[in-house]
């Protein structure tokens, strides 16, 4: 898959990306979110660190998103979605 023209949603990081491990281990997390309205192939999946990748519009998104996602998520749809499809 290519993908091209990313555009910064935002930059992520501060108290509300800390993490602490199951092993004790504790840090931040900084993610930096982009998107693209130029992708072109097929996803392909590298079972070692995914199960499946999946496009979804907006209204059939999964109820079960991670909170940081879901904000990221929230962030891209208020500032950067337009009804097209993309």
């Given at each position: 898959?290519?993908?091209?023209?990313?555009?910064?949603?935002?930059?992520?990081?501060?108290?509300?990306?800390?993490?602490?491990?199951?092993?004790?281990?504790?840090?931040?997390?900084?993610?930096?979110?982009?998107?693209?309205?130029?992708?072109k192939?097929?996803?392909?999946?590298?079972?070692?660190?995914?199960?499946?990748?999946?496009?979804?519009y907006?209204?059939?998104?999964?109820n079960?998103?991670v909170?940081?996602?879901?904000?990221?998520?929230?962030?891209?749809?208020?500032?950067?979605?337009?009804?097209?499809?993309?």
């Amino acid at each position: 898959m290519k993908i091209d023209d990313l555009q910064l949603i935002n930059v992520y990081s501060g108290a509300e990306n800390y993490i602490k491990a199951e092993n004790g281990d504790e840090f931040y997390v900084v993610t930096i979110a982009y998107f693209s309205k130029n992708v072109k192939g097929n996803l392909l999946v590298d079972t070692s660190e995914s199960l499946t990748f999946e496009f979804f519009y907006p209204d059939q998104l999964p109820n079960n998103i991670v909170k940081s996602h879901k904000k990221i998520l929230d962030e891209f749809l208020k500032n950067h979605y337009t009804r097209e499809r993309i």
